[in-house]
């Protein structure tokens, strides 16, 4: 099974609100991704987890905030956003370190409008 | 630098014809290439992966890929178009870090089909 789940699907929120981003898999991987992904472009890479701790953070803005709870959940806070955050945002996982080339594998990804 | 070029951002085929979708890219060292398909408001679907050994790939529905090294290339194929192949196409290379591997994704092929 190489499935990665996200929850919301669509997300529609404030420039106030605090809301969050789920995503979970189960198939014992080791590293977890956030992607940001606008319209007609390529998935950006956020945030990497490796092993439960934060091992990339490309640049992102402190409104978001990501969290590894455990080695199958990984969210993303999401608190006074702004409207050009609207995007798809897309979880990866992949086996880990030292695998040597894995495979990323994506989840459905949740449409955030911000108001 | 790594970096992926696709070179075509939108290609129409009829149904039942021939495809290919391409893909350049640019690594220092032997690249892990991939193809991933995206349809509307969704994520990422793993077609086909190269990483080394036989340079003709087999993926998922009906999709190969044929690495040359000599061009740089990682060409995407398919014998015989179907209406539901109506998507948009990536090509990627991964590059191995601490946490296990970075993507770099071209900008996409939106492929049309024509009934």
């Known amino acids: 099974d190489t499935e990665v789940t996200q929850t919301p699907k669509h997300l529609v929120m404030g420039m106030t609100n605090k809301k969050s981003l789920k995503c979970e898999q189960h198939?014992?991987?080791?590293?977890m991704y956030w992607y940001k992904q606008k319209a007609k472009k390529p998935p950006e890479l956020m945030f990497v987890?490796?092993?439960?701790?934060?091992?990339i953070n490309e640049s992102v803005p402190s409104r978001f905030s990501p969290e590894c709870p455990n080695s199958s959940l990984l969210n993303l806070h999401l608190h006074a956003l702004q409207p050009e955050d609207s995007a798809l945002y897309l979880c990866?996982?992949?086996?880990?370190?030292?695998?040597?080339?894995?495979?990323?594998?994506f989840g459905p990804g949740t449409r955030l409008l911000v108001l | 630098a790594q970096s992926v070029t696709q070179p075509d951002i939108h290609i129409t085929v009829s149904e039942g014809a021939s495809l290919e979708l391409r893909c350049n890219y640019s690594y220092g060292a032997t690249p892990y290439l991939f193809w991933y398909v995206q349809s509307p408001g969704q994520g990422l679907q793993l077609l086909l992966k190269y990483f080394s050994g036989d340079t003709l790939v087999q993926g998922i529905k009906g999709f190969e890929a044929e690495f040359k090294r000599s061009q740089s290339s990682f060409n995407l194929r398919k014998p015989s178009v179907h209406w539901s192949d109506a998507a948009e196409y990536f090509c990627?290379?991964?590059?191995?870090?601490?946490?296990?591997?970075?993507?770099?994704f071209g900008a996409g092929t939106i492929l049309r089909v024509k009934s």
């Open positions: 987890y490796s092993y439960e701790k934060l091992s």
């Open positions: 198939m014992g991987h080791r590293a």
């Open positions: 990866a996982s992949s086996q880990g370190p030292g695998q040597g080339g894995e495979t990323q594998y």
């Open positions: 990627a290379v991964g590059r191995t870090m601490e946490y296990g591997n970075k993507l770099v």
